[in-house]
C-alpha cells in the first residue's frame, strides 16, 4: 500500500498514529507508518524531554509533533503564555474550581501531594504552540506538524514549510478544508464525528468523499479507523492514508494506567459523548459522571477554551495518576473514538500495524473476488 503523501514524509505505509505516548511513537515509526506527539499537555521543558527520548529511541525512522492553536479563544493575540494564562486565570470564577474539586472529592480521587506544583495552562494558545514548534523544527526526525484546532497561522506555516517539513490540520467540515487549502497546506485530515478528542458532527464516509472531491491537497481520513477494512474503505474514498488515534490508548506500549485501559475495553460504540467539559470545545470521550454533572441543569456551564482547561487540568493530572483509587473512573477524561467498542484487549503496537494491514489485503482480496470473472 503506497500513496504519495507517505513517500514525501518518508514512510512504508500510509498509517499516522496521533498520540500522547512516547513508546507509541516509536513504535509506530519502526513499523512502517509514522507517530505523531501530541504535544497539548506538556509544558516546553516536558516535551524537549520528550522529543529527546523519541530521537534517541527511533533509529532511522521518522515522527511527527501535533500541536493546538485553535481558531478562536479567549486571549488569542496575547503571545506571551504567562501573561495570558494570568490574564485567563483571573477571569475563572472560582465556582468553577470548586465545582470540579467537588467532584473529584465526591469520587475518592485522591489530592496531588504538592499543593504548590501547578499545572497550569499547557497549550490550547498561538503562544505555547509557537514555542513547541520551533522545539520541533530542531530535530532533524521530525518530517511533519499537525495542529488539531483549525488553519495554523501564516507565520506558522511559512516557518515549518520553510524548514523542509510539511504541515498539516485537522477538519470537521468541507469549509475548513477548503481554508486549508487556500492557506497551503501540504495535507488535510478530515475527521468524521466517529474520532475521538475534537471533532464535528458529520459522519466519516459523509465528510471524507466530500473533501476529497473539494481539495487537490492530499487528504487523511480520519473518525472511525479501527481495522484494516474501515482503512480500505477510506482508501477507497480517495484518502491518501488514515490518521488513527484510538487505536493506540490501550496497546502495550501505552502509558494510560490499567484502569483507564480497562474502561476502554469495558465501553461500547455508544459511550461516547462529545462534550466540552474538560477542555471547552467539543470533544468526544467515554462518557461518566463528570461528563453529566457539567451537562446538569443548576451546575456550572463549561467555559470556553482554553479556560475551562486551567478548571479542568489539575482534574486531568489526578484522574490519570490515580486511576485506579476510589471511583475515579467515574469522572476520569478518557477521550475516544466511537470505534472504543472494537477495542477490547492489549496488543502490542507492532501488532496493530500489522492487524491493520492484514485486514485490509484479506479485505481487497474479498471485493476482488465479487468480481464477475
Known amino acids: ?10 514512510i512504508d505505509v ?22 505523531v506527539l501530541g504535544a497539548v499537555g506538556f509544558s516546553l521543558e516536558k516535551l524537549k524531554e520528550e522529543l529527546d527520548w523519541i530521537d534517541d529511541h527511533i533509529g532511522d525512522a521518522v515522527y511527527g509533533v501535533d500541536i493546538v492553536i485553535p481558531q478562536k479563544y479567549e486571549g488569542m493575540g496575547e503571545m506571551d503564555p504567562a501573561k495570558l494564562e494570568e490574564t485567563l486565570q483571573a477571569m475563572v470564577p472560582q465556582e468553577h474550581h470548586d465545582f470540579a474539586a467537588k467532584l473529584l472529592a465526591d469520587h ?16 490550547w494558545n498561538a503562544g505555547m504552540a509557537s514555542l513547541m514548534v520551533d522545539e520541533a523544527l530542531k530535530r532533524p526526525k521530525c518530517r511533519l506538524i499537525a495542529n488539531a484546532l483549525g488553519t495554523p497561522p501564516a507565520d506558522i506555516i511559512k516557518r515549518i514549510q520553510d524548514s523542509g517539513r510539511l504541515v498539516g490540520a485537522l477538519c470537521g467540515k468541507v469549509k475548513q478544508a477548503r481554508a486549508h487549502e487556500k492557506a497551503g497546506l501540504d495535507f488535510i485530515i478530515a475527521q468524521g464525528t ?25 487528504v487523511l481520513a480520519a473518525g472511525g479507523i479501527g481495522s484494516g477494512q474501515q482503512m480500505l474503505a477510506a482508501m477507497a474514498l480517495g484518502a491518501s492514508g488514515v490518521w488513527a488515534g484510538s ?63 486551567l478548571v479542568t487540568a489539575e482534574a486531568i493530572r489526578r484522574t490519570h495518576t490515580y486511576a485506579a483509587k476510589g471511583e475515579c473512573q467515574k469522572v ?24 491493520l494491514l492484514t485486514e485490509y489485503v484479506d479485505t481487497l482480496e474479498y471485493l476482488n473476488n465479487l468480481m464477475p470473472e
Open 194 to 218: 466517529e474520532g475521538g478528542g475534537h471533532t464535528g458532527e458529520i459522519g466519516s464516509l459523509v465528510l471524507w468523499p466530500a473533501i476529497i472531491k473539494a481539495v487537490n491537497t492530499p
Open 1 to 10: 500500500m503506497r500513496s504519495d503523501l507517505a513517500d514525501k514524509v518518508g
Open 332 to 355: 476520569a477524561f478518557n477521550p475516544v473514538g466511537q470505534v472504543v467498542g472494537q477495542i477490547n484487549h492489549v496488543e502490542t503496537t507492532r501488532a496493530v500495524v500489522e492487524r
Open 108 to 123: 475518592g480521587v485522591p489530592e496531588w501531594p504538592d499543593a504548590d506544583d501547578k499545572m497550569g495552562m499547557l497549550g
Open 247 to 309: 487505536l493506540w490508548l490501550a496497546v502495550e506500549e501505552a502509558e494510560a494506567e490499567p484502569a483507564q485501559k480497562q474502561s476502554y475495553f469495558d465501553a461500547t460504540e455508544e459511550d461516547t459523548v462529545r462534550s466540552r467539559s474538560w477542555t471547552g470545545k467539543p470533544c468526544r470521550m467515554l462518557r461518566n459522571e463528570w461528563t453529566k454533572a457539567w451537562e446538569t441543569e443548576g451546575n456550572p456551564e463549561p467555559l470556553g477554551m482554553p479556560m475551562q482547561g
Open 14 to 35: 500510509p498509517i499516522f498514529a496521533f498520540t500522547h505516548c512516547r513508546d507509541v511513537v516509536v513504535s509506530v515509526s519502526k513499523a512502517g507508518g509514522i507517530g
